[in-house]
């Protein structure tokens, strides 16, 4: 795997939560994007799942992070 491949290291509904947990990585000096977040919620549609995205040297970093972060309630 290429390095800078994006994967996807967490998944969410909750738009305001991804964009959270995206500014805490960029604080962390981790950049990330969020796929899937600016897809509206409509009646009858099911459940959007956004997910978020860090290049591959990152990913493990980002996923111990936010482990941390939901065990502390983030």
Do not use: C, P
Not at 18 to 40: P, S
């Amino acid at each position: 795997m290429d390095a800078d491949e994006l994967v996807t290291v967490y998944t969410t509904n909750d738009s305001v939560h991804a964009q959270l947990i995206v500014n805490e990585w960029h604080d962390e000096g981790i950049a990330a994007m969020i796929e899937g977040g600016n897809q509206g919620g409509f009646a009858g549609v099911g459940v959007i799942e956004i997910e978020i995205q860090v290049k591959a040297i990152d990913a493990d970093r980002a996923a111990n992070f936010v482990r941390k972060y939901d065990r502390a309630g983030g």
